[in-house]
């Protein structure tokens, strides 16, 4: 099923930074800043095991679960299996390394298989209060989690996994289910596969305006040609476009800082947000959507509707795309 028919909006919420990611936030702080997204309209909640293992997922339930089931759409990940044992020392998380330092310290079970994969959905049921997910996102399986040894990640996925999740699909227990990656190339593989057939993936990182030539190169024609729509996740690209200091989860490197800086320059010309600059041009590809970006503060809820909202004029998109801020390929919003 196509997500534009599932998906209730252009924006949802993802909980990413629930999971306590680069700071421990009170639980007054997280449910207050969920009820924001609601009181704002937001419909589309994506969480998932692995942020602050599991400590997202019980967050959002907490506040969730007194919503009515039926106003909302919920995505969650397979791929990680929260333990009751307790991590002892640094994890091991790839390029993520201290990514949700501050969050539960339980171990995680990193694994694709169909057994891992049932086991991960019965307990994200249970964090999140609910009797069903609407969308199930596969999560990590690539480089940047696990080297050299990302292919065989794909394959244990592919065969647990992804057919799992097509059989839930099948008998009507989810709507949909994709990849939730941050690296193009698991998408593409899984594209070109005869069997099984995702209904779309959450793409984080990689449709920005700091970073979508690579995905303009064969990502998006695929999944264009094949009907398959995209989630934009993390469109401020970790926080740098929205005044943070974060790319790519790390501190940013001063040549990402140097393009912010000819950005704002740009935005201020044209009396437009640097916020609505970057969500609107990610949205602005045919296959997207819908974008996730994350939050930990209520205030920041109404800055990503005012962002969605905001009328930016053409003649900034025009520019934009002058200056080679953004890939000649690359569709910007109807108007430019």
């Known amino acids: 099923m196509s997500l534009k028919n599932i998906l209730p909006g252009k924006l949802g919420f993802g909980t990413a930074p629930l999971g306590n990611m680069f700071r421990a936030i009170p639980d007054t702080e997280a449910a207050a800043t969920v009820e924001a997204a609601w009181e704002q309209g937001v419909r589309y909640f994506d969480t998932a095991p692995f942020y602050g293992a599991g400590l997202s997922e019980t967050r959002l339930g907490e506040v969730l679960s007194a919503k009515p089931r039926d106003e909302y759409v919920l995505s969650t990940k397979v791929g990680r299996v929260i333990l009751d044992e307790l991590e002892e020392g640094d994890r091991d998380l790839g390029e993520k390394g201290g990514l949700f330092e501050h969050g539960n310290p339980n171990k995680m079970l990193h694994e694709w298989t169909a057994e891992a994969t049932e086991r991960s959905i019965e307990d994200s049921l249970k964090r999140l209060g609910t009797d069903r997910l609407d969308i199930v996102w596969v999560h990590d399986i690539a480089q940047d989690f696990h080297g050299d040894q990302w292919l065989a990640k794909f394959e244990e996925a592919r065969t647990g996994a992804f057919?799992?999740?097509?059989?839930?699909?099948?008998?009507?227990?989810?709507?949909?289910?994709?990849?939730?990656?941050?690296?193009?190339?698991?998408?593409?593989?899984?594209?070109?596969?005869?069997?099984?057939?995702?209904?779309?993936?959450?793409?984080?990182?990689?449709?920005?305006?700091?970073?979508?030539?690579?995905?303009?190169?064969?990502?998006?024609?695929?999944?264009?040609?094949?009907?398959?729509?995209?989630?934009?996740?993390?469109?401020?690209?970790?926080?740098?476009?929205a005044g943070g200091a974060h790319f790519e989860y790390q501190a940013a490197p001063q040549h990402?800082?140097?393009?912010?800086?000819?950005?704002?320059?740009?935005?201020?010309?044209?009396?437009?947000?640097?916020?609505?600059?970057?969500?609107?041009?990610?949205?602005?590809?045919?296959?997207?959507?819908?974008?996730?970006?994350?939050?930990?503060?209520?205030?920041?809820?109404?800055?990503?509707v005012a962002a969605l909202n905001e009328s930016v004029p053409a003649a900034f998109w025009q520019e934009l795309r002058a200056a080679g801020l953004v890939s000649p390929a690359a569709p910007l919003p109807a108007g430019a």
Not at 207 to 235: F, I, K, N, S
């Open 163 to 241: 057919r799992v999740l097509s059989r839930l699909r099948g008998e009507g227990v989810i709507k949909a289910w994709g990849l939730g990656v941050n690296k193009t190339e698991p998408i593409e593989l899984t594209l070109a596969l005869d069997e099984p057939r995702p209904d779309g993936f959450l793409l984080a990182g990689r449709y920005t305006l700091l970073d979508h030539d690579h995905a303009l190169q064969r990502l998006l024609p695929m999944a264009q040609e094949q009907g398959v729509d995209m989630v934009v996740g993390g469109p401020y690209s970790s926080g740098v476009l």
């Open 256 to 304: 990402i800082l140097d393009k912010v800086s000819r950005l704002k320059a740009l935005t201020a010309k044209h009396g437009v947000s640097i916020k609505a600059a970057a969500l609107q041009f990610s949205l602005a590809h045919p296959v997207a959507a819908a974008a996730v970006p994350g939050a930990t503060r209520p205030s920041r809820i109404a800055e990503d």
